[in-house]
C-alpha cells in the first residue's frame, strides 16, 4: 500500500529545495517577469531606506537617530532577506532567522523609542514616577481586567527594558545555535518529533516573543496619549504589522506547508514551495509599509515639551499640531 502511494509522489516533492541555478532555468516568462519585479521592489526598499537613513542621520539629535535608523530599518531588511530567500530557496533558514533577529532588535528600541520620546529614561521617570500604571495589556493580560495598576518607579522601569531587551539576546543566541543544527542535520522543521530540535527551540522562542511584547505594550498602553502629535500610534500600528506579517503569517504559511495543503511543484516540495510564497507575499507587503514608514519618519516634530505632559496629566492639555516640516 505505502509503495503504491509513494510510487504516485514525484520524486523532486521529497528532494531537498532546489538551487538557485535550477530555479532560474525552469523559470517560464510569467515567473521571470515576477520575480523580476519582486527583486525590484526589494531594491527599491532598500535604496529608499538608505537615503531616509541619511535624513534621519542629518536632521535628528543623537541617540535618536540611531534608535530610529533601527525601526525604519525592520521592513526594508525583511524584504531584502526575502529576496535572496526567493532566488535561493536553500538559504531560507538563514535569511528568515536573520530578519527575525533584526526585528527582535527593533522589538526592543521601540521601547526605547517611546521612553525617548518623552525625554529619556531621567525625565520619562521624573514624570511619571509613582503614577499607576495598566498591565493588563496585550499579548499576555489583556483579559486580566482584575489586575491591578502598577506605581511606575526605576525598578519597574528597568524590569520592563529587560523584558524587551531579552528576546534580542536570546532570539539572536538561540538563532545562532539553530543553525549550527541546521547544518549537522539535527534541526529540521518539519521534525516534530519529540527527539527533534525544533520541537523545544520554536515554542521556547515563542514564548520569549510573548514576553518581549508585553513591556512594549504596557508602556505604550500609558504613554501614547501624550505622543499623538508625533504619530505614535500609526508608527505603532506599523511596528505591530510587520510582527504579525513576519512572524503569524510566515507560521501559518509553514504550517500548511508541513500538512500538505500547498501542493508540491516540482522542483520545489510543499516546504520549498510554502517557503516560496512566504518570501514572494513578503516582498510585496515590506515594500508597501516602506512607502508608509517614509511618509511616517521622514519628517521633523517639535519635541514633546515638559508643559505640555504636566499640562495633560492635569486634564487640561489642549490639541497642539507639532508638525513643523515636511519633507515627500
Same mark, same amino acid.
Given at each position: 500500500?505505502? @509503495?503504491?502511494?509513494? %510510487? ?6 521529497l528532494?531537498?529545495p532546489p538551487?538557485?541555478?535550477d530555479?532560474?532555468?525552469q523559470?517560464d516568462v510569467f ?10 521592489m526589494s531594491?527599491?526598499?532598500l535604496?529608499?531606506y ?7 542621520y542629518?536632521?535628528?539629535p543623537?541617540p #535618536?537617530k540611531?534608535?530610529?535608523? $533601527?525601526?525604519?530599518?525592520a521592513?526594508?531588511?525583511?524584504s531584502?532577506? /526575502?529576496?535572496?530567500?526567493?532566488w535561493?530557496p536553500?538559504a531560507? +533558514? ?5 530578519? !527575525?533577529c533584526?526585528? &527582535?532588535v527593533?522589538v ?7 521612553i525617548?520620546?518623552?525625554?529619556? %529614561? %531621567? ?6 514616577s509613582? #503614577?499607576?500604571f495598566r ?11 482584575c489586575?491591578?495598576r ?5 525598578g519597574?522601569l528597568?524590569?520592563?527594558?529587560l523584558?524587551?531587551?531579552q528576546y534580542?539576546i536570546? #532570539? ?9 543544527l541546521?547544518?549537522?542535520? !539535527?534541526f529540521?522543521?518539519?521534525?516534530l518529533?519529540i527527539?527533534g530540535?525544533?520541537? $523545544?527551540?520554536?515554542p ?5 516573543t ?5 513591556p512594549? &505594550?504596557?508602556i505604550?498602553m500609558?504613554? !501614547?496619549?501624550?505622543?499623538r502629535s508625533?504619530?505614535?500610534v500609526?508608527k505603532y ?8 506579517l513576519?512572524?503569524?503569517q510566515?507560521?501559518i ?5 508541513? !500538512?500538505?495543503?500547498i501542493?508540491? &511543484?516540482?522542483?520545489?516540495s510543499?516546504?520549498?514551495?510554502g /517557503?516560496?510564497? /512566504?518570501?514572494?507575499?513578503?516582498i +510585496?507587503e515590506m ?6 514608514n ?7 516634530y ?13 486634564? #487640561?492639555v489642549e490639541?497642539?499640531?507639532?508638525l513643523? @516640516?515636511?519633507?515627500?
Amino acid at each position: 500500500m505505502e @509503495e503504491a502511494i509513494n %510510487s504516485t509522489i514525484d520524486p523532486a516533492c521529497l528532494q531537498e529545495p532546489p538551487l538557485a541555478i535550477d530555479v532560474i532555468k525552469q523559470l517560464d516568462v510569467f515567473e521571470f517577469c515576477l520575480y523580476s519585479m519582486l527583486s525590484f521592489m526589494s531594491c527599491v526598499s532598500l535604496l529608499l531606506y538608505l537615503e531616509q537613513c541619511l535624513y534621519i542621520y542629518k536632521k535628528m539629535p543623537y541617540p #535618536k537617530k540611531t534608535t530610529l535608523i $533601527w525601526i525604519t530599518g525592520a521592513a526594508p531588511v525583511i524584504s531584502t532577506m /526575502s529576496c535572496f530567500g526567493m532566488w535561493i530557496p536553500r538559504a531560507v +533558514m538563514i535569511t528568515d532567522m536573520t530578519s !527575525n533577529c533584526y526585528f &527582535a532588535v527593533v522589538v526592543y528600541k521601540v521601547l526605547v523609542l517611546l521612553i525617548e520620546e518623552l525625554g529619556g %529614561s %531621567s525625565l520619562f521617570l521624573k514624570r511619571f514616577s509613582g #503614577k499607576p500604571f495598566r498591565i493588563n495589556t496585550g499579548p499576555c493580560c489583556c483579559c486580566c481586567a482584575c489586575l491591578s495598576r502598577v506605581p511606575m518607579s526605576r525598578g519597574l522601569l528597568f524590569w520592563l527594558k529587560l523584558g524587551a531587551l531579552q528576546y534580542a539576546i536570546l #532570539k539572536t543566541a538561540l538563532s545562532v545555535l539553530s543553525i549550527i543544527l541546521w547544518t549537522n542535520g !539535527n534541526f529540521d522543521l518539519s521534525d516534530l518529533e519529540i527527539t527533534g530540535m525544533a520541537i $523545544w527551540i520554536n515554542p521556547f522562542v515563542g514564548v520569549l516573543t510573548i514576553t518581549s511584547l508585553w513591556p512594549v &505594550a504596557i508602556i505604550f498602553m500609558n504613554t !501614547n496619549v501624550y505622543l499623538r502629535s508625533i504619530n505614535i500610534v500609526p508608527k505603532y500600528a506599523i511596528y505591530q504589522l510587520i510582527l504579525v506579517l513576519s512572524q503569524l503569517q510566515t507560521s501559518i504559511i509553514n504550517i500548511l506547508a508541513l !500538512n500538505g495543503t500547498i501542493a508540491c &511543484a516540482p522542483p520545489f516540495s510543499s516546504q520549498a514551495r510554502g /517557503s516560496l510564497l /512566504s518570501q514572494q507575499m513578503m516582498i +510585496m507587503e515590506m515594500f508597501i509599509l516602506t512607502l508608509i514608514n517614509r511618509f511616517l519618519y521622514r519628517r521633523m516634530y517639535d519635541p514633546i515639551l515638559s508643559e505640555a505632559l504636566d499640562n495633560h496629566q492635569n486634564g #487640561k492639555v489642549e490639541p497642539c499640531h507639532a508638525l513643523v @516640516e515636511h519633507d515627500v
